[in-house]
């Protein structure tokens, strides 16, 4: 395990302290499973520093890591029944016990202590004795050092190959880049947009699947397959797609706008709330995420803080909801999943 692996394995893992610090058996449950998703998701970017270059995920990537020796059995065992309590909490009806809370902060802060215990035993290396090997004695008996033989080439005659090689590098990567002798990454993505804006569905389909596999690390792809799935009330879908979005882009605000819109669409509405606050810190001129954290306000019982949100998004789809009185019922009537929620609009690449 590398030192530069490891502080950007504690620099991850600094983001889910204020999650774990928030579990607590007395707060609403659906706040805590928020909180174990959010946690889980930072101790998983994590484990992936520390393994590097990887696109695995919950069980495998722990499995993965225990392998390389980078996790102590114990660790492992801590991490696997976080996962499992994460897991359990993407229910939107799971409750989670103080056995889920108590496993999320066990792991935590065994995944800390070994990251710190690591960092701690690395220790700088101790100044070399001189080696007078390949030294050879003059006739008055000092060391001579013997010159190291010569290549032939004068100092500038490398420089001036070392310059050729450069431009040489760059114009071929500019020659594969112009021709796209590297494949279509971007290209996949950008054709699925444009066929979902034409309304091709099919065919954006396919392009956005193409982009994930391409890519597996860019949550864009996912983000749209979630709305796709969700705008035809395939609500399974929008849920795994969205989730996945989140978990490779956990500050990414499309991803979290989606995930908040999703949760909305399946009666949520507090969790909804939680992401949609998210996206709009995330970014802040987002006036769609803006409009639809006020109808999860208006869902929640909560006008007036939602026409707070309903003016800075000024006119939008999110209009309607205004126009939803809440009920009696905390939380309000249930959305039908494609029906009161209206299509949210094309997210920007």
């Known amino acids: 395990m590398t030192d530069i692996a490891r502080r950007s394995a504690l620099a ?23 909180d174990l998703m959010e946690s889980w998701s930072a101790v998983e970017t994590a484990l992936r520093s520390l393994v590097g270059g990887t696109t695995l995920g919950g069980q495998p990537l722990i499995r ?34 103080p056995a889920d809370l108590n496993s999320a902060r066990d792991a935590f802060l065994k995944f800390e202590a070994g990251l710190m215990s690591d960092q701690a035993g690395v220790v700088a290396p101790s100044p070399i004795a001189l080696n007078t090997e390949g030294m050879r004695s003059s006739p008055l008996g000092a060391p001579e050092p013997v010159p190291p033989p010569r290549d032939g080439l004068e100092p500038w005659v490398k420089a001036a190959l070392a310059g050729l090689a450069v431009l040489l590098v760059v ?43 391409d890519d597996p690390n860019d949550p864009l792809p996912h983000v749209y397959l979630s709305r796709m799935a969700r705008e035809v009330g395939n609500m399974t879908i929008a849920s795994q797609e969205a ?34 606050v998210r996206a709009v810190q995330a970014d802040t001129s987002d006036h769609m995420a803006m409009g639809y954290l006020g109808c999860s306000l208006v869902r929640l019982g909560r006008p007036t803080e939602a026409q707070v949100w309903f003016n800075r998004a000024g006119q939008g789809d ?15 009537q249930p959305v039908a999943p494609g029906a009161a929620m209206p299509p949210a609009g094309t997210p920007r690449p």
């Open 12 to 34: 991850a893992l600094d983001r889910a302290r204020p999650a774990i610090a928030r579990l607590d058996q007395s707060r609403h449950f659906e706040e805590q499973a928020a």
């Open 243 to 276: 989730q996945t979005a989140v978990k490779l882009g956990p500050d990414n605000a499309l991803a979290l706008r989606e995930l908040g819109l999703y949760l909305l669409s399946a009666g949520n509405y507090d969790l909804s709330r939680r992401f949609l």
């Open 318 to 332: 999110w209009s309607r909801c205004t126009m939803v009185p809440p009920t009696g019922i905390p939380g309000g």
């Open 64 to 97: 993965e890591a225990r392998q390389r020796q980078m996790l102590s059995f114990e660790q492992a065992n801590a991490l696997a029944e976080f996962h499992a309590a994460s897991e359990r909490a993407h229910a939107t009806n799971y409750e989670p016990t």
């Open 171 to 213: 114009g071929l990567g500019f020659a594969a880049y112009s021709q796209g002798w590297f494949g279509s990454r971007d290209d996949a993505l950008q054709r699925g947009i444009d066929d979902y804006r034409r309304g091709q569905r099919e065919a954006a389909n396919g392009e956005f699947t193409k982009a994930s596999h």
